[in-house]
């Protein structure tokens, strides 16, 4: 009953963000997007007094290979195969292993741009990000692409933030389920909108896990962690919240 309240009362937090909620995005795409540098305003500044132009601060997004349709192991394998695993090498996942494991989650699967996981309402509140000993990057489903959110080995602290779960900083990437609760509250409120959310985490989760498996690599998905100390070591936007954390790597 205390949880169900919890939840209403974050959805009504979240609607109201719901206002703010375009300033937020375009804060956050901006954040991630190439930066094309603004065009110097017209002053009398003599020449020799001109500054460069500051360089870009944000990398350009890397585009991703593109999925694999068709894979060795049949659906039936690898749920069969399918175990939560928690210790791996420290052999890192190639960019299109990375891709792949993203796609499953979250990718682009048709035309009117329906994804991989379903979605209620096709309002696609998840937001993926994954953490890899370079940095943290965040999933852009339109392209394909990894955009760089956090330079520098996040896994540690993240570990930390997971109770000291080993599996965490031991895997060579953590990818991580974010929720933006106002993008589902907008057509189904307060009631519906915190299940309808989890649901989809789970959806992707299970997606995500599935493909590991198909690559032949290992994962857990795991839910014990502090959300506000997974926020602050992976600075997730104000209106996005941590729902799950999936280590994967290759079987120790
Ligand atoms: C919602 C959820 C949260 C979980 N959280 C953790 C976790 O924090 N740490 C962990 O090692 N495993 C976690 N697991 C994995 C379970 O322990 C595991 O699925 C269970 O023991 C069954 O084993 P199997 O996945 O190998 O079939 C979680 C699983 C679910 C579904």
């Known amino acids: ?22 300033v937020l995005a375009a804060a956050f795409a901006a954040g991630c997007m190439p930066v094309t540098t603004p065009a110097p305003a017209a002053t009398n500044t003599p020449a020799s007094r001109v500054e460069p132009p500051p360089a870009p601060s944000v990398a350009p997004p890397t585009s991703l290979p593109s999925p694999r349709l068709q894979g060795p192991v049949s659906f039936e394998a690898a749920a069969a195969r399918r175990r939560s695993m928690r210790s791996f090498t420290d052999q890192r ?60 080995d996040m896994r540690p602290a993240l570990a930390t933030a997971a109770l000291s779960q080993s599996s965490v900083a031991q895997a060579a990437v953590v990818i991580v389920i974010a929720a933006v609760y106002a993008r589902t509250a907008q057509k189904y409120g307060a009631t519906r909108t915190p299940r309808y959310v989890v649901l ?10 599935l493909q590991a498996v198909a690559l032949g690599l290992g994962g857990v998905p795991i839910g014990a962690f502090y959300d506000d100390q997974v926020q602050a070591v992976l600075k997730l936007p104000a209106d996005q919240e941590p729902l799950y954390l999936i280590p994967i790597g290759r079987p120790a």
């Open 93 to 152: 996942l190639t960019l299109a292993e990375l891709g792949q494991l993203l796609w499953a989650g979250q990718g682009i699967t048709s035309p009117a741009g329906l994804r991989a996981a379903p979605s209620a309402g096709a309002l696609y509140p998840l937001e993926l990000y994954a953490v890899t000993p370079d940095g943290v990057y965040h999933y852009r489903p339109q392209g394909h692409q990894l955009v760089l959110h956090l330079a520098g």
């Open 1 to 22: 009953m205390a949880a169900q309240s919890n939840l209403r009362r974050r959805v009504v937090r979240q609607r109201r963000h719901l206002f703010a909620l375009p």
């Open 200 to 209: 989809e985490a789970g959806h992707v989760g299970q997606n995500v896990l």
